[in-house]
């Protein structure tokens, strides 16, 4: 990693030394993060990134990611046609790319949005009720849980649309990605082939976790996105690869000998468990904050700048390795 040139160091060093003196408090030569401020508390927390770039984020063709298509995939990479409907077939995106490396050569894989269908699809939803028994009109209730007789598709749908009927009229909320409309939504057609749920005769009640719970089901009209997957070759050797990872992924750089001692004493600490402070900081705080870019909480106004409560995360490289750093204000306790 390039080092600071002897100016630029001495230039870092008068910010610092000409930005600190505004602040109080001190770090402890034992590492205290204690202070006598009074403001606002500030967490850094510091999470080691182990081995390469390439070894996170980089597949080989041969091992692919689980929840890849491997049809779009070798499709992309042979430049044929291809499409998925719904999800994106490498689950990708700006922030969390893919990549994959095939014959010795990196490529970055996506999806482009070509078309857009529409489909009818069956939606299951449950209602909680206290009656379990059987009724004039012939409601019946019938066992949800893994245990159950349901068909294993049945069982799923029973799961998750659980979710969404225990939220209902309660703080809190349900897990998106899996809850649709508020149920379940029977996409697949096996599913819905196999399903005792959708059956005319069906069951009308289904019980699950000690709770009985009506069925309705519904058909809904869904539009869906139509994509097409890409694969787009990126380096052709591992060090240009690590290169264009680091370029895309990786914020600050902080040379080892860039820092004080103490500042030092911090990065270790915060590598371990988090390190506090309380406002106004430390100089060696501020010459860390200074050092991994995270000026609103040193130059602006701490709580509307950097943003009270915020959980702000960023990759960032001290010497050779990588760090996932996290940083985050503690609201007061006084509210």
Request: aromatic share 8%.
């Amino acid at each position: 990693m390039d080092g600071l040139t002897p100016s630029r160091r001495r230039l870092l060093a008068g910010a610092v030394a000409g930005g600190v003196g505004v602040v109080a408090g001190c770090l402890g030569t034992d590492g205290d993060d204690s202070s006598d401020g009074d403001g606002p508390e500030l967490g850094l927390s510091l999470s080691r990134v182990d081995g390469s770039l390439r070894d996170r984020y980089v597949r080989d063709r041969d091992d692919p990611d689980e929840r890849w298509d491997e049809a779009a995939l070798d499709a992309a990479l042979a430049g044929e046609e291809y499409a998925t409907r719904r999800r994106k077939p490498f689950f990708a995106s700006a922030d969390d790319p893919a990549y994959v490396r095939e014959d010795g050569t990196y490529y970055r894989l996506g999806s482009v949005v070509v078309d857009e269908v529409a489909e009818t699809y069956p939606v299951l939803r449950l209602f909680e009720t206290d009656d379990e028994s059987t009724g004039d009109g012939g409601e019946s209730t019938v066992d949800g849980g893994e245990d159950g007789p349901l068909p294993e598709s049945d069982r799923r749908a029973v799961r998750i649309a659980h979710f969404a009927a225990r939220a209902r009229g309660n703080a809190g909320g349900y897990p998106v990605g899996l809850v649709e409309r508020g149920g379940y939504v029977y996409r697949a057609e096996a599913a819905r082939s196999d399903s005792e749920l959708l059956a005319d005769d069906g069951p009308d009640r289904v019980s699950y976790r000690d709770v009985t719970y009506r069925v309705e089901v519904e058909r809904e009209r869904f539009h869906e996105a139509v994509s097409r997957p890409t694969a787009e070759a990126v380096a052709a050797d591992p060090e240009r690869m690590e290169a264009a990872l680091r370029a895309k992924l990786v914020g600050p750089r902080v040379g080892t000998d860039e820092l004080s001692t103490e500042a030092e004493r911090i990065v270790k600490r915060a590598a371990v468990d988090e390190y506090r402070e309380t406002h106004p900081y430390s100089e060696a705080y501020v010459e860390l904050l200074r050092a991994i870019d995270a000026r609103p909480y040193v130059d602006g106004n701490v709580r509307n700048d950097a943003g009270v409560g915020a959980n702000e995360k960023e990759m960032i490289r001290y010497g050779d390795e990588y760090y996932e750093r996290s940083l985050r204000v503690l609201a007061d306790e006084d509210g």
